[in-house]
């Protein structure tokens, strides 16, 4: 019962920037973590970064320096900031929401993804 839908995907030149969110919806109560993975073409899903109801956060070492998870609370909303972008982050991004839905159970749930591209 808990949705989730990933945007701001597209085309950006090297070195460029993007933001991506990730918005969920349903009989949601609360979000206890929301995070981002990313599969290119070719490869398995690879984790990139996740944070927790507790602001905890952790990165892929592929992003760190360059990457900043961040989240609105009352929009249950989490955001991916993508700074200086190398052709190498191309890929298809999908955002992962473990939520506390009504009747004081957890669901998971993943979105179905936004294309990064990283070309000149």
């Known amino acids: 019962q808990v949705q989730v839908v990933e945007s701001g995907g597209g085309l950006v030149q090297p070195g460029g920037s993007l933001r991506l969110s990730c918005a969920a919806s349903?009989?949601?109560?609360?979000?206890?973590?929301m995070g981002w993975h990313r599969q290119a073409p070719g490869k398995e899903r690879e984790l990139v970064a996740t944070?927790?109801?507790?602001?905890?956060?952790n990165y892929a070492d592929s992003v760190t320096g360059r990457f900043t998870i961040s989240r609105d609370n009352a929009k249950n909303t989490v955001y991916l900031q993508m700074n200086s972008l190398k052709p190498e982050d191309t890929a298809v991004y999908y955002c992962?929401?473990?939520?506390?839905?009504?009747?004081?159970?957890?669901?998971?749930?993943w979105g179905q993804g936004t294309q990064v591209i990283v070309s000149s």
């Open positions: 944070t927790t109801s507790g602001g905890s956060t």
């Open positions: 349903g009989s949601i109560f609360s979000i206890r973590a």
């Open positions: 992962n929401v473990q939520a506390w839905v009504l009747g004081g159970t957890t669901q998971g749930a």
